[in-house]
């Protein structure tokens, strides 16, 4: 590993009287991958935005940029230093060009005229540098994922990056798309690029990581080379505690009592002739590649999608869902893969959030909103599904992910379903709070109310599932119980159908 290329000293970052950082003191190597790690709510996210000049750190704290003491960095500052962030949406452009996207900041010449020419040169030589294969005349919305994360760090090597931060890289991969990605930050190491890696996937950080800094409740509390660390010492460092082992699976024994079926159910183009059960006691986990049709299912059964043929009954009862209206009125909820673009009231507080799909439990004698009432329920949620900080009335967007992700589970426990289906539901949580949301699933279960866990993560589906249903291309292809099946046949499922 080479030289420093950027070191913190002594940062802190207070917001309205909440410490979020204390004294946090971080460098960054040239040539190496150093993972940032901790539960969410951390500290990850404000560390990386005062390392990229979006925040400023409180009096008292010290940068340096390759050996230089910077104070007041904005943006512009922090790129000019080499400093370049690619965030968990990624932010990029999908109605441009992919050659376009890595050359966003190099495409004009001196005269202001746009060089097409050069912007096709940069971006081929970028992409080869990287061993990537790709059309760069394509829109960036017309690939995956995968492909736009490759996309963001051609870009950030085509300004010359010193440092990548990658915030979350995989939390939207397939299997295959993590090992390109692991082996391009391999490739790009080499080249005396920093990598800064934040993930809540700790394998990948033992994958991938030459050191490791620790954070909770914003201060550092472990930073060392990799190998010095298990995975269960690193576990303990991020929570506090060790994580005691809670059985996931249903132990009250087989029931034949259905509580949600589903029968020829039928949405092209995305999925056909779906029958499945949902019994008393169980989780029906749902799993597939991405584009198997799962959350066009789930949002189909949510009344999002119109239903073209086929029934579902919940109870025994048949229902009519024609949109999500009816399916709350029914007794369905629905927590959806992207929690941001389809399920958070922005500008909103946390109270609000939780309490807008039940309203009518916050409703005075004369059917106006009790303001009092609406703030007790939110504070019972908070409290049982420990979203910090415990501050009901703060704007929902400045919680962590993992915590933002309790409010909307809460938000539809407060609805009391007798169907829950969770979609990706510990995408980007840390493994405390992913804990206690398979807690939480599992005391649904227990308690009566059917749930379906939807999610790419087999490791998840195989430790919180009863029964294990594999969708390809819109179909069902298997159905096994989660204690006779392995990740290898339901990928092989998942596959070749």
Known sequence: MGNVVFEAKNLSKTYSGITVLKNVSFDIRAGEVHALVGENGAGKSTLIKIIAGVEAPDKGGEMYYEGRLENNVKPEDAISHGISVIYQDISLFPNLTIAENICISKSVSRLSVVDWKGIKKTASEMLASLGIEMDIGLTLGSVSVGKQQ??????????????????????????????????????????????????????????????????RDGEVVANDD????????????????????????????????????????????????????????????????????????????????????GAMFLNGRELRVKEPKDAIEAGIAYLPEDRRSQSMYFGQSVTKNITIASLDK????????????????????????????????????????????????????????????????????????????????????DQGVGVILISSDLPEVLAVSDRIAVMRAGNFVTEVASNEATQEEIIEHGIMG
Not at 154 to 160: H, K, T, Y
Not at 173 to 200: A, N
Not at 366 to 390: W, Y
Not at 401 to 429: C, F, H, S, Y
């Open 362 to 445: 916050s409703l005075n004698k004369f059917r106006l909103l009790d303001k009092h009432k609406e703030l007790g329920k939110a504070r019972d949620s908070i409290s049982k599904l420990q979203i910090r900080p415990e501050r009901p009335h703060v704007n929902i967007e400045t919680f962590s992910g993992g915590n933002q992700q309790k409010a909307m589970l809460a938000r539809w426990l407060e609805t009391d379903p007798k169907l829950l289906i969770v979609d990706e539901p510990t995408v980007g949580i840390d493994v405390g709070a992913k804990l206690e949301i398979h807690k939480t699933l599992r005391e649904l279960a």
């Open 150 to 215: 490759l996309v963001a760090i051609a870009r950030a090597l085509a300004v010359n990056a010193k440092v990548i931060i990658m915030d979350e890289p995989t939390s939207a991969l397939s299997s295959s798309e993590v090992d390109t990605l692991l082996d391009t930050i391999r490739k790009i190491k080499k080249e005396g690029v920093g990598i800064v890696y934040i993930t809540h996937k700790l394998a990948e950080v033992f994958a991938i990581a030459d050191r490791f800094t620790v954070l």
């Open 226 to 309: 990799i190998g010095n660390f298990t995975h269960e010492q690193m576990i303990k460092a991020m929570v506090g505690r060790d994580l005691r082992f809670v059985p996931m699976h249903n132990e009250r024994g087989d029931t034949d009592e259905v509580i949600f079926e589903v029968r020829d159910m039928t949405c092209e183009p995305y999925f056909r002739n779906i029958s499945l059960k949902v019994r008393k006691h169980e989780i029906l986990g749902l799993t597939g590649l991405v584009g198997a049709g799962r959350s066009e299912l789930a949002q189909t059964l949510f009344g999002m999608y119109k239903l073209q043929s």
